[in-house]
């Protein structure tokens, strides 16, 4: 969710038509391109990454090391990160970001093609890419206002979201086939579509702030984030969204962790555990084109208890089977059934937040919902090496299957009972 304060944009931008395509806008289209460029180089060593701890050193636990050093970095430097871009230069933060990943990247591919790979160095490079992310998330979307004409930010939004869909589709499956061409070359596009990422922002002519008056004297920084948190922890529906999120994004990583385990030690080649994480995207993508349709029609209590159930047992399916497309197939399911999940947690978030809280109280359920996502990565590399990654797949079904009792008995979700245009900010 983002913050409604109304955005500020270029005097010169206001005077163009209001309607015109984003992409006749340089400064969008080249930053988009950047930013595109490098979320497929991102989605590549995802994959990559795993493969590569696996194949060197046959160790499960330092695969999901090194996805839990990515989520513990980004957690690390959220929050700050939000509040650095009202106080410093946006875009100087939006050049730091991607300079420290396109080295840290660099620097694997070295490794690589020098053959010194090793797991402290690859969790290491992990880590400085989540503090990365984490530190120029908040200026990104403040310089997207900037950039965008206030009447295309809906049209900009709804391209961010489509873009991430796609990339997740093809990029894994891109991602596995190019390591099995030549384990650097996933790194190494990361690390050049960095680069291009660079030069997007750096073209940029528009100013992106902050303004004088915007650097005028306010509270402090741990003392507003102190009130969106305690905020949270006093509404019973944003409390239990918050844990509930936290819990079911910390399953979601270890699931990733676990699903390349699986295929890889079945055989499967980098390029089949590639497809298998695409047809699951496809699952996302389709669920996000009826996610809309499917909120409107369902109650949203019972939405969110049918989901949660059947997220369980697709996972307990995922540790039975043995066939890798039978995976991608009920990856597929699970990532559907999240889609509507989103949509309708969102929709009912907007509405309960006042707006002078709606940035600090959404960039804190952010946070909460990231911050143990590394558990999850880290508790699946470990149980697959102690147990195996079958068992350790049924054990996370079992902690799924907990959530989705929970979401019987949550006093927190009666709010769902309630139409959502009946919901007033409390």
């Known amino acids: 969710m983002e913050n409604s304060t109304t955005p500020i944009v270029d ?5 163009k ?28 060593a995802v994959v990559a990454y795993p493969l590569l701890v696996l194949a060197v050193t046959g160790s499960a636990a330092g695969a999901g090391a ?13 929050l700050v990160g939000g509040a650095l871009a009202d106080r410093f230069s946006r875009r100087t933060l939006m050049l730091l970001s991607p300079t420290i990943q396109a080295v840290a990247v660099s620097t694997v591919t070295i490794a690589v093609l020098t053959d010194r790979v090793t797991i402290p160095h690859i969790v290491l490079v992990g880590f400085l890419q989540g503090l990365a992310g984490g530190l120029s998330g908040g200026a990104e979307y403040a310089a997207l206002r900037r950039v965008v004409d206030q009447d295309q930010l809906p049209t900009a939004f709804s391209l961010m979201q489509a873009r991430g869909m796609v990339i997740g589709l093809i990029g894994p499956a891109v991602g596995g086939l190019l390591y099995g061409v030549a384990r650097f ?13 660079i030069v997007g922002v750096m073209i940029i002519r528009r100013p992106l702030g902050p303004d004088l ?19 949270i922890m006093g509404n019973a529906y944003l409390r239990f969204v918050t844990i509930w999120a936290a819990l079911i994004n910390a399953c979601a990583a270890g699931l990733f962790i676990l699903v390349i385990v699986l295929v890889h030690t079945r055989g499967g080649s980098p390029a089949l555990v590639g497809a298998v ?25 019972l939405l ?16 039975m089977v043995t066939n890798a497309w039978a995976i991608g197939v009920l990856m597929a399911i699970l990532m559907f059934v999240v889609s509507p999940l989103n949509v309708l947690f969102s929709s009912y978030e907007t509405r309960i937040i006042p707006d002078r809280l709606i940035g600090r109280a959404s960039s804190a359920i952010e946070f909460g919902a990231s911050s143990i996502r590394w558990v999850g990565a880290l508790a699946a590399g470990v149980l697959a090496s ?41």
């Open 11 to 15: 005097p010169d931008a206001e005077q």
């Open 213 to 231: 008056d915007e650097k005028e004297p306010r509270e402090p920084v741990l003392q507003s984030i102190g009130e969106g948190l305690r905020f």
């Open 386 to 426: 102690a147990i195996g990654p079958a068992a350790a797949t049924g054990i996370f079904a079992g902690v799924l299957a907990l959530i989705a009792v929970s979401t019987l008995i949550a006093r927190g979700l009666r709010v769902l009972d309630t139409p959502l245009d009946q919901i007033v900010a409390d």
């Open 185 to 197: 070359l996933p790194f190494l596009v990361d690390a050049i579509s960095f680069v291009i990422n």
């Open 17 to 44: 038509p209001s309607r015109r395509l984003l992409f006749h806008n340089r400064d969008y289209t080249g930053w988009w391109i950047g930013q595109t460029l490098s979320d497929f180089g991102t989605a590549l």
């Open 304 to 319: 969110v208890i049918a989901a949660s159930w059947l997220m369980a047992l697709m996972v307990a399916g995922i540790a």
């Open 277 to 301: 994480n695409a047809i699951g995207a496809v699952g996302g993508l389709v669920g996000a084109l009826v996610a809309a349709k499917i909120v409107r029609t369902l109650p949203g209590r």
């Open 66 to 78: 090194v996805e839990a050093a990515l989520s513990i970095g980004y957690v690390v430097t959220l």
